[in-house]
């Protein structure tokens, strides 16, 4: 019996190269993730019908994952994807949300304040933490609200994401979980249905337009006694008036990315066990 070599082609062959280097980089990348301790998540985002977006991120690999519920919701100013899942029967709820008055563009802090206050308008009684945190390369601004920590960001223009979890999650859990995070918007698709927007934008109009006739109706009671602590008020700013010293201009050098990135995490960390100190009072 004669066995028969056949010649390889060179199409074929690096194909099989480059099989063999994926192959590689997965299993490192595999044993990289298992020796931080780390696991992905991936789920998506939507409903029984229909995904939306879908959510990537690290999960400590001890940790029992749960998937707690997933529905989507409406508000005032438009359509919310919720999704729960418990770590270690610790909530996390992840809102992705879909205004009707979508942004254009990137907003800043207050931008995104006033967009989430349309969803929860107890937003507006946060404590904002000032430490720099990003998702995605897109900026993020969270703190504490009651029992609960958040964080939000937009992971598209005319999305928002709001992530709130619960304070007994550690630190460096939370910390990478929001680090990692990723959240991938099907742009294509949208849980808004025909018409919804127009009855939505009716209903938060007449709302706004109760809400300024009681704000009127109030600082037209307030304009007496402001007017009389005014004039008191002149000669009180003038004395406290002083020249204002000049900025220095920092002598600190330029951080490199790996120590930026050192000191930005020790920051956020610092920060957050700040902030869950705070809460157990």
């Known amino acids: 019996m004669k066995l028969t070599i056949l010649a390889c082609r060179p199409a074929v062959a690096r194909l099989l190269i480059s099989l063999c280097i994926v192959l590689v980089l997965l299993i490192a990348n595999l044993a990289a993730a298992q020796e931080k301790g780390y696991t992905h998540l991936m789920m998506p985002l939507g409903d029984k019908m229909n995904t939306y977006a879908e959510l990537d991120t690290v999960v400590p690999s001890a940790f029992d994952v749960e ?22 029967g610790s909530r996390i709820d992840i809102f992705l949300l879909y205004p009707c008055q979508p942004p254009a563009s990137l907003l800043d802090a207050e931008g995104l304040i006033s967009l989430l206050a349309t969803f929860d308008a107890n937003i507006l009684l946060a404590n904002y933490s000032q430490s720099e945190l990003y998702i995605d390369d897109r900026p993020v ?24 979890m619960d304070a007994n999650i550690d630190e460096d859990t939370i910390y990478d979980f929001l680090r990692n995070m990723n959240i991938i918007v099907d742009e294509s698709m949208t849980p808004i249905p025909p018409g919804y927007c127009a009855d939505a934008t009716a209903a ?35 004395a406290a008036e002083q020249p204002t010293a000049p900025a220095l201009a920092s002598a600190t050098p330029a951080l490199s990315r790996q120590d930026k990135a050192k000191a930005d995490r020790e920051a956020a960390m610092a920060k957050l066990k700040e902030v869950k100190a705070a809460m157990r009072k």
């Not at 998937?67 to 270690?88: A, V």
């Not at 007449?206 to 109030?218: D, G, R």
């Not at 006694?225 to 008020?233: C, I, K, P, Q, V």
């Open 204 to 238: 938060a109009d007449q709302a706004a337009a109760i809400a300024a006739e009681a704000a009127n109706a109030t600082d037209a009671a307030m304009d007496g006694a402001n007017a009389a602590d005014l004039s008191a008020g002149i000669d009180t700013d003038k």
């Open 67 to 88: 998937p707690y519920e997933q529905k989507i919701l409406n508000y005032t100013g438009g359509r919310d994807i919720k999704t729960s899942i418990l770590l270690n």
């Open 141 to 164: 601004i969270g703190g504490i609200l009651g029992g609960s920590l958040f964080a939000a960001y937009q992971p598209t223009n005319q999305t928002a994401a709001l992530i709130v």
